[in-house]
């Protein structure tokens, strides 16, 4: 890292105006995005991407889960290659910036080393993780997690969505289902560019989040079985009443998170009734909890429960209730020395920065498994994510890619 490469800036309109473009394929209903992993929409933003990879002068490899990783060459053409990515898959009701901006900082920070006509020793790859989100196809981070072989394929590809699509059947559909093998791309270093998704950076005034480590996750699948009956002829004491000891549950896991300290988080974000007729009493209820700690111990403990609370309250209605770990992966620690790196990098640029545990999820909290991974986080405004009026500002975007930049100059070694 010399005076000139330690000073080095990204070209922010260009980057903005990229994110702007992704941002019109699956729009959302209220401004956001709706661009879920293996939809039409996703095959739009993934061509997009591909596009203007092949305009950057990147060869682009898809692997047999459809992650993308495109390529800049360096001048050692077998060094192992430094990653920089996130995911282009939106949530149903997702914003324009939630892990899009990882994928288009990392294109936009190739893009600025050919504007610089600069040579690194090590390759560079840009990665589009399929399916982060988790939304249509649990859990989330699969195709991360079998690329770190936590995951076998056949699991992945089995996966289905609510109108019981396979996972696999949708990848081939849109066209996105490589010959790679999953994981033989070997790497040196990971990195990725994130927004906060909560609201500590924008609320200290702190350009840069280096992200220490990634909380760890439990999704806790209750399937409760009760009766369908009329809601207005059974006598309240022969109900098998499956929706109340839904109800009773996530009261318990309210209370459950809340006895665990402030660290930890739990709700539950999606319930579904069957039949869901407004004058039948449910015969199936199912939901998921979503638990997350960054002490392993304490997670599991939370999880443990939660499963023990269900059955009481099942037992104590007369309804049948089933069980199973539907997404999980435990709290993970970064790279020490990719975030010392970063936060030199950010003093470097000027940028304030300060350390943070990630409350979400990522890609890396799995490619972390395989090789030295970090992650930054730029403010998103009122720490709002998950929800289409997400925002961030063109300067906190820009930030964090500068930042982007900075990491990879030196974990690619830049040729004089
Ligand atoms: O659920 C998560 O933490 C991530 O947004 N998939
Ligand atoms: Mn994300
Ligand atoms: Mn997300």
Known sequence: MNQQTGNMR?????????????AEIGPGIAGGNNRQALTDADREGRLLFQRWCADAGLTVGVDAMGSMFARREGTEADALPILIGSHLDTQPTGGKYDGVLGVLAALEVVRTLNDLGLRTRRPVEVVNWTNEEGSRFPPAMIASGVYAGVHTLDWAYDRTDAAGLRFGDELERIGFKGEEPVGQRKGHAYFELHIEQGPILEEEGVDIGIVTHGQGLRWVEVTLTGKETHTGTTPMDRRLNASLGAARIIDRIETITRAHGEKAVGAVGQLVFAPNSRNILPGKVVFTADLRHPDLATLNSMADQVKQAAREVAADLGIGVAIEDVGAFDPTAFDEDLLADLRAGAERLGYSHRDMVSGAGHD????????????IFCPCVDG?????????????????????LQAVLQAAEVVE
């Open 10 to 22: 990204v070209d922010g309109g260009r980057l903005w105006g990229s994110l702007m473009a992704m």
């Open 364 to 375: 890396a909290c799995w490619v972390a498994k395989t090789m030295p991974s970090a992650m």
């Open 384 to 404: 709002l994510s998950h929800n289409e009026a997400e925002e961030i500002t063109p300067e906190w975007a820009g930030a964090g890619t500068d930042v982007l």
